[in-house]
């Protein structure tokens, strides 16, 4: 699945099992902002980002671990890349919940 910029990438993705790649055209842009979140305090997994130009080889560019007891929130701010595509997912540990997940391009001058 490829989805353009910018926008919710994942809407209400089901946290009781793994959550595969969702692929994001990055369009030619370069900087970027994330933002993951879950309500849920049951769930535990990672959370990845990851680049790619070819879309067959994938490499990570962060990982964020989602510790169960709270909710999940992250905003990881001033991504750079000069990478064709971004992927983004999520690999259960345990638990349940929702993932929704925001990417947002910026401009540099």
């Not at 699945?1 to 969702?22: F, Q, W, Y």
């Not at 962060?62 to 595509?85: M, P, Q, W, Y």
């Amino acid at each position: 699945m490829n989805t353009k910029l910018p926008g919710h990438i994942l809407e209400d993705g089901a946290m009781s099992a793994s959550i595969s790649r969702v692929i994001i055209d990055l369009q030619g842009a370069q900087w970027f902002s994330i933002e993951a979140q879950s309500a849920s305090a049951t769930h535990a997994g990672t959370f990845t980002v990851e680049v790619s130009n070819s879309g067959s080889n994938w490499h990570t560019y962060t990982t964020k671990t989602v510790s169960a007891g709270s909710a999940f929130s992250e905003f990881i701010d001033n991504i750079r890349t000069c990478a064709k595509l971004m992927g983004i997912s999520y690999t259960r540990s345990s638990g349940t919940g929702t993932l929704n997940v925001y990417v947002h391009p910026k401009r540099r001058n």
